[in-house]
Antibody, heavy 119, light 108 residues
Framework: EVQLVESGGGLVKPGGSLRLSCAAS????????MNWVRQAPGKGLEWVSS????????YYADSVKGRFTISRDNAKNSLYLQLNSLRADDTAIYYC????????????WGQGTLVTVSS | SSELTQDPAVSVALGQTVSITCQGD??????ASWYQQKPGQAPVLVTY???SRPSGIPKRFSGSKSGNTASLTISGAQAEDEADYYC???????????FGGGTKLTVL
């Protein structure tokens, strides 16, 4: 069974940092591109970042470019998102999601981890 | 353009057919995927590609595309289909992903 389990969320002050993790199991992690998607309270889905299967390519939404860094460790079946210079509008549930193919969307999602940025 | 536009809300009578649409320039090049999200839950992929469904998704869900518009059609809507629906595709550059703003489906 494919499972994605996020962790690392919490309450952080504006300007602070946080590192999110996503533990993957039930599939060959190193064969898939992975993504982070966030959802602010009561709002829609927003794609945040993606990383290719061997970390050759990394892409970011304009809203987080220069502040967030995506990475992965295929030996540990884990995906990460480093969040720096956090702002109130970064408050959201952060989901990790597996990319089925490069054009077929995200077929598995974790349950998400909540990041709250507030003083 | 990197935007996908959806109607904020749509309603359908129980057992009737409803289509939810998504417009965007990138859809002239790429297919859309569609997700269902119920309150407090993660999104679930319901259709992708030309018209494919993941295992376990009922046949009443189907996807299509014409020009710059993608559609999700639910044929014979059920009460359990009441949810938010999001379209999703590549942006025009092909490197980034983009989501539509979401459509809240009410089953009457």
């Amino acid at each position: 069974e494919v499972q994605l389990v996020e962790s690392g969320g919490g309450l952080v002050k504006p300007g602070g940092s946080l590192r999110l993790s996503c533990a993957a199991s039930g599939f060959t992690f190193q064969n898939y591109n992975m993504n982070w998607v966030r959802q602010a309270p009561g709002k829609g889905l927003e794609w945040v970042s993606s990383i290719s299967s061997r970390s050759s390519y990394k892409y970011y939404a304009d809203s987080v470019k220069g502040r967030f860094t995506i990475s992965r460790d295929n030996a540990k079946n884990s995906l990460y998102l480093q969040l720096n210079s956090l702002r109130a509008d970064d408050t959201a549930i952060y989901y990790c999601a597996r990319e089925y193919t490069s054009s077929s969307g995200f077929d598995y999602w974790g349950q998400g981890t909540l990041v709250t940025v507030s003083s | 353009s990197s935007e996908l536009t959806q109607d904020p809300a749509v309603s359908v009578a129980l057992g009737q057919t409803v289509s939810i649409t998504c417009q965007g320039d990138s859809l002239r090049i790429y297919y859309a995927s569609w997700y269902q999200q119920k309150p407090g839950q993660a999104p679930v992929l319901v259709t992708y590609g030309e018209n494919s469904r993941p295992s376990g998704i009922p046949k009443r869900f189907s996807g299509s595309k014409s020009g710059n518009t993608a559609s999700l059609t639910i044929s014979g809507a059920q009460a359990e289909d009441e949810a938010d629906y999001y379209c999703h595709s590549r942006d025009s550059s092909g490197d980034h992903w983009v989501f539509g703003g979401g459509t809240k489906l009410t089953v009457l």
